[in-house]
């Protein structure tokens, strides 16, 4: 004989539903959290954080013409599926003024392009650069795909070939009025990693040796950065000094 259900059975197994409805929203709305860096003409960081994204709408631009005539954006909103380096551009957008207009055209068939970031724009030999873990991408950003935990870096270079980026390496924590070592190193655009000489940190007194190492002193919690010639600067590094901190803790 068929089974009978009762109504508090139906009652529960559809409450049952909902709740996996609303939790398979919020695990979509969450989307996947990435590091956003992007530097703007002349190596001026424009943002710096971490945010998670999904499928976006974003809206072209007419404005966007660097790539020539005719390959300006149709001035339409355009869907991009799945979280990818544009689509965490986009969202980054959304509360970060200094991101803001982006100039995006849809004239392409193999994805978008980026001519301008907030006031970086392109112009003559420069070009939006996009690098994923270190690494130079092949794709157009709205094609790379992200995975939580990856590094996105988005830089107007001023030509090419790509200027190497940045990283440094600080400790967390340091003792106030004590000198303590760091490293620089570069990234060419395919990631590989090598020290960097004549590279300048905040607070150090001297410019990197041959090995990528100095010697940095603070008196107070700082955020340090590494800057070297026409190299895209480093990520913001903070050093707490014993149990204070500074920005980025």
């Not at 339409?76 to 799945?82: E, N, R």
């Not at 003024?97 to 907030?118: H, K, M």
């Not at 950065?225 to 204070?244: E, L, M, N």
């Given at each position: 004989m068929p089974r009978t259900i009762s109504s508090r059975q139906l009652a529960a197994c559809a409450l049952a539903l909902l709740l996996f409805a609303a939790f398979a929203t919020s695990a979509v709305a969450?989307?996947?959290?990435?590091?956003?860096?992007?530097?703007?003409k002349g190596g001026k960081v424009l943002s710096e954080q971490t945010l998670s994204t999904g499928t976006i709408s974003v809206k072209t631009s007419t404005k966007a013409n660097c790539f020539g005539a005719g390959t300006a954006g149709s001035g339409?909103?355009?869907?991009?599926?799945?979280a990818t380096a544009t689509g965490l551009l986009a969202q980054a957008s959304k509360s970060t003024?200094?991101?803001?207009?982006?100039?995006?055209?849809?004239?392409?068939?193999?994805?978008?392009?980026?001519?301008?970031?907030?006031t970086s724009v392109?112009?003559?030999?420069?070009?939006?650069?996009?690098?994923?873990?270190?690494?130079?991408?092949?794709?157009?950003?709205?094609a790379v795909k992200l995975k939580p935990g990856d590094e996105v870096?988005?830089?107007?270079?001023?030509?090419?070939?790509?200027?190497?980026e940045l990283a440094l390496v600080a400790p967390d924590t340091a003792l106030g009025g004590q000198p303590f070592g760091v490293t620089v190193y570069s990234y060419d655009e395919k990631g590989k990693r090598k020290?960097?000489?004549?590279?300048?940190?905040?607070?150090?007194?001297?410019l990197t040796g041959a090995d990528g190492k100095t010697m940095v002193t603070?008196?107070?919690?700082?955020?340090?950065?590494?800057?070297?010639?026409?190299?895209?600067?480093?990520?913001?590094?903070?050093?707490?000094?014993?149990?204070?901190?500074?920005?980025?803790?």
């Open positions: 969450k989307g996947v959290s990435a590091d956003l860096r992007v530097v703007g339409k909103s355009v869907t991009i599926k799945g003024a200094a991101l803001r207009p982006l100039l995006i055209t849809d004239a392409f068939d193999f994805g978008l392009g980026i001519c301008g970031v907030g392109v112009s003559g030999k420069a070009s939006w650069y996009l690098k994923v873990n270190h690494k130079g991408a092949t794709l157009s950003g709205d870096l988005w830089n107007l270079a001023p030509s090419y070939p790509y200027p190497n020290p960097v000489e004549g590279a300048k940190v905040t607070g150090a007194a001297a603070l008196s107070a919690p700082g955020t340090l950065r590494a800057t070297h010639g026409k190299d895209i600067p480093s990520a913001a590094v903070p050093v707490c000094i014993g149990i204070a901190c500074g920005a980025g803790y």
